[in-house]
């Protein structure tokens, strides 16, 4: 006779100052993710606004707030813009590779220069080499690295890694949970744009229906590369629902008039900090 499955446990954070929008304080509810149902707790957790950070699945409960909103690409009926075609072409000749959720010294070199660069006053730059590791290894859900290398010169050794991002395998789709790439690249512009574009493409081959993106905050100028991606989809207290075309053009106007919210940023900057420490979701 199988095991009935236990109802999670979940617990709220203490409000801390919100990341996003100065001024505003955050608070997250929580739980924890084990044993052996704990991909089917994730798939029904994501689909209801949950971000996982290592063995814990979370997401925004401000009391008095609500600009933090879950969004998600519809991959198969995804079309790029002239733009995202352009990035395509440009990086159509970086050798993707999925990897097992084990970290290397390469990896964290090349997340320590995003971050530099990227997030140096953001409270992963903190990191060493361990907390690393604790963020990639420690997954109770099907995960893994994919790294993006330029191609070597004798096409046989690795070539250079420009980026990689952590990614959750949903049952209906893809889940970016961090992203990080070369931020100084002369010929690799829109990396962070790449990266998503080929997870979309990947989502679609295999069948799964969405990409999920994490938080979307409107009035934060490093969230509004996610606006770009079209369709998308968004979470309110009645479900998900598509976006508007017409409200789409507008957000993407408002954030081309911020160059900065529009150049690349990586997926899955939402962070759940908890006694201390620092992790990403």
Avoid at 64 to 74: E, H, K, L, N, P
Avoid at 204 to 230: H, I, N, T
Wanted: with cysteine; charged share 25%.
């Amino acid at each position: 006779m199988t095991a009935p499955v236990r109802f999670p446990r979940f617990f709220v954070t203490s409000p801390a100052p919100c990341p996003y929008l100065p001024g505003r304080s955050e608070r997250k509810v929580f739980t924890e993710l084990k044993g052996p149902h704990a991909d089917s707790l994730n798939d029904a957790l994501g689909r209801i606004g949950f971000r996982r950070s290592q063995t814990v699945a979370y997401r925004p409960s401000c009391l008095d707030c609500q600009a933090c909103i879950s969004v998600r690409v519809v991959a198969g009926e995804f079309s790029p813009s002239s733009t995202q075609k352009r990035n395509l072409k440009r990086n159509s000749d970086l050798v993707a590779t999925v990897c097992r959720p084990w970290s290397t010294s390469e990896q964290f070199e090349l997340l320590q220069k995003y971050l530099g660069v990227r997030h140096p006053e953001g409270g992963m730059t903190s990191m060493d080499e361990v907390d690393f590791a604790d963020m990639v290894e420690h997954t109770p859900v099907t995960s893994y690295i994919i790294e993006y290398r330029e191609p070597s010169a004798d096409g046989v050794s690795l070539g250079r890694l420009v980026g990689a991002c952590l990614t959750d395998k949903q049952c209906d789709g893809l889940s970016m949970i961090y992203s990080f790439y070369d931020p100084d690249h002369p010929a690799r512009q829109g990396l962070g744009n790449f990266i998503i574009l080929d997870h979309i493409r990947r989502a679609a081959d295999m069948g799964l229906a969405y990409v999920y993106l994490g938080y979307w905050v409107e009035g934060s100028p490093r969230m509004q590369y996610k606006v770009r991606y079209r369709p998308l989809e968004t979470l309110a207290r009645g479900g998900w629902t598509r976006m508007a075309e017409g409200e789409q053009d507008r957000l993407i106007a408002v954030a081309a008039s911020n160059p900065r919210s529009l150049g690349g940023e990586a997926s899955g900057k939402d962070g759940l900090a908890m006694n201390g420490g620092c992790s990403v979701g």
